[in-house]
């Protein structure tokens, strides 16, 4: 009777241990995420974590706190998140800047590409090719012919040193061997007047931003830097349409964590955010923000930066770009 009631025993514990071993697994979030943005608040970045956000909260059953820590062009923030544990309840919303920065910044307090992992990317956001209507040049082929011509009126506008536009104009003078002038502002508002007036030749920027711009007949659209037409702007061809082949080129936005979230955290959410991508209105409201969803899974993401900071390295050694 005794052996009976020991066995009965063993087996109610051992299945007790089954089951906290699979609640265990399920259980996770058991707690609200923090998801920083290493921005401030109102940006398209901001927007977009925010959208994600939400919906990933139905998604995992639990709140997730938005929180923005801007400076540094996005490092102080993401040294933040770095630092963080290692426990899959703090992540990370970044952009191209993330892979730029350390071959800009010479004493960064973290290694971007050590110090955190992929989990999703959100999506890839293309660049328009605007010259101000004051120039004569109606289309890309005469824009280069033009710029060659007058070395010293090829000027590029950017929103500051190292952005993505000023980055993007970079890689373009060097694929088509052109002699360019950067020109940083604060910002892309404080470029448009020099552009209208043509003291300013060209600026590579977003579609949403600049094609009400186009319309207005103040600046002229040269070409899209995605691999296939944008639907914002369908008139308007493709690099590889306008004569300048293997030219895509664009900022884009996604999600990390530090470095040491296990494997199965960081898939279970990277799942969870390909469902949002998946759902059709928020592809809708990314595309509103010129952004084309992608997804994919967190080593995928990690194998996307790796090629960006290499790609982006070697545009900046070659143009002599250093930050401080």
Not at 38 to 54: E, H, I, N
């Amino acid at each position: 009777m005794s052996r009976i009631i020991s066995k009965s025993i063993a087996a109610l514990a051992m299945a007790g241990l089954l089951a906290g071993a699979g609640s265990a697994g399920a259980a996770y979030p058991e707690k609200p995420l923090r998801v920083v943005v290493p921005y401030t608040a109102g940006g398209v970045s901001d927007a977009v974590a925010r959208l994600v956000t939400r919906k990933l909260s139905d998604e995992i059953g639990q709140p997730i706190v938005v929180e923005n820590l801007g400076g540094a062009n996005g490092q102080i923030g993401s040294a933040a998140v770095a630092r963080s544990a290692p426990d899959g309840y703090t992540f990370l919303v970044v952009v191209m800047a993330h892979a730029i920065n350390p071959s800009l910044y010479k004493n960064m307090t973290y290694d971007p590409l050590r110090d955190l992992r992929g989990i999703s990317l959100f999506g890839r956001i293309p660049l328009l090719l605007v010259s101000s209507a004051r120039l004569p040049p109606r289309n890309l082929e005469e824009f280069l012919a033009w710029a060659r011509a007058n070395p010293d009126s090829a000027t590029f506008a950017s929103s500051g040193a190292g952005s993505g536009a000023h980055l993007a104009a970079e890689e373009f003078a060097q694929v088509n061997s052109l002699r360019i002038t950067h020109v940083p502002y604060k910002g892309v508002g404080p470029a448009l007047p020099d552009l209208y007036s043509g003291q300013v030749a060209a600026i590579f920027d977003s579609v949403q931003t600049m094609m009400p711009q186009v319309k207005a007949g103040k600046l002229r659209a040269l070409a899209m830097t995605s691999a296939s037409r944008w639907p914002g702007a369908p008139d308007v061809p493709t690099m590889a349409e306008a004569g300048v082949p293997d030219f895509v080129v664009g900022s884009w936005i996604g999600m990390l964590a530090p470095a040491k979230v296990p494997d199965e955290r960081a898939e279970q959410i990277s799942a969870a955010v390909q469902r949002v991508l998946d759902q059709p209105d928020v592809r809708a409201q990314l595309i509103g923000y010129g952004i084309d969803p992608v997804g994919g899974k967190p080593a995928a993401f990690d194998s996307f930066i790796a090629d960006e900071a290499g790609r982006w390295a070697d545009v900046i050694a070659k143009a002599g770009i250093r930050l401080e």
